[in-house]
């Protein structure tokens, strides 16, 4: 069973960048799913972004307007999140799931299809 935890997060302003950090424990993420999501204040958590497990294709949601890309360090045991020209609609504690079945696609955002999750880490765009 592999645990994860997300870094990383904070406060930036409009415009600026940041890299979230998911970080596994008790098992690689090497060969897992890894999904990201987020939940905005009084919103739904959002599927944002997924990098496959097998092909290691990565899918984003349409709204980051190519803003965002996903990668994987695998001596660390980590998943990266590269969000750039943030903007304050990107606020939102931010999560990252794995599953070790799960192939990324057209559902990469269904929060059901992973099994494991982290904690979050919050965001902050503002001025």
């Known amino acids: 069973q592999v645990q994860l935890v997300e870094s990383g997060g904070g406060p930036v302003q409009p415009g600026g960048s940041l890299r979230l950090s998911c970080e596994g424990s008790?098992?690689?993420?090497?060969?897992?799913?890894i999904g990201w999501f987020r939940q905005a204040p009084g919103k739904e958590r959002e599927g944002i972004a997924c990098?496959?497990?097998?092909?290691?294709?990565?899918y984003f949601a349409d709204s980051l307007k190519g803003r965002f890309t996903i990668s994987r360090d695998a001596a660390r045991n980590k998943v990266f999140l590269q969000m750039t020209s943030l903007e304050p609609e990107d606020t939102a504690v931010y999560y990252c799931?794995?599953?070790?079945?799960?192939?990324?696609?057209?559902?990469?955002?269904?929060?059901?299809?992973?099994?494991?999750w982290g904690q979050g880490t919050q965001v902050t765009v503002s001025s």
């Open positions: 799931a794995a599953d070790n079945d799960f192939r990324c696609g057209r559902h990469y955002y269904i929060a059901e299809r992973y099994t494991y």
């Open positions: 008790g098992g690689t993420l090497d060969y897992r799913t």
């Open positions: 990098i496959d497990r097998n092909s290691g294709n990565t």
